[in-house]
């Protein structure tokens, strides 16, 4: 069992920055591939971003070019660098992973941590 721990989450204007921090503990060894999730009211919870242990990336394409997720592997942490934020980035932001590559585009995981909320509004 894994324990996720979102943080960093806040109120920022439009073409701001946030960095958002993910702490796993537990059996995180077990976890490869890793990503920041969102939820937006009335939708489904989407991969904004994923990374494997070796460092590969991936992006949706909203973000690509704004947002940058990055790990540390003998820490057990993700975070996730968001840039040039704007409104519609507002979601409640949640990490996720598993032991293989890829990551889900809409996130059915079973179990999440508390996630963390982000609204970009002036």
């Known amino acids: 069992q894994v324990q996720l721990v979102e943080s960093g989450g806040g109120l920022v204007q439009p073409g701001g920055s946030l960095r958002l921090s993910c702490e796993a503990s537990?059996?995180?060894?077990?976890?490869?591939?890793m990503g920041w999730y969102r939820q937006a009211p009335g939708k489904q919870r989407e991969l904004v971003a994923a990374i494997s242990v070796e460092g590969r990336t991936a992006y949706v394409d909203s973000v690509k070019g704004r947002f940058t997720i990055s790990r540390d592997n003998a820490k057990n942490t993700l975070s996730l660098q968001m840039n040039s934020l704007q409104p519609e980035d507002t979601a409640v932001y949640y990490c996720?992973?598993?032991?293989?590559?890829?990551?889900?585009?809409?996130?059915?995981?079973?179990?999440w941590g508390r996630g963390t909320q982000v609204t970009v509004s002036s």
């Open positions: 996720n992973g598993r032991s293989f590559w890829p990551l889900p585009s809409v996130g059915n995981f079973r179990s």
């Open positions: 537990g059996s995180a060894f077990r976890i490869n591939a």
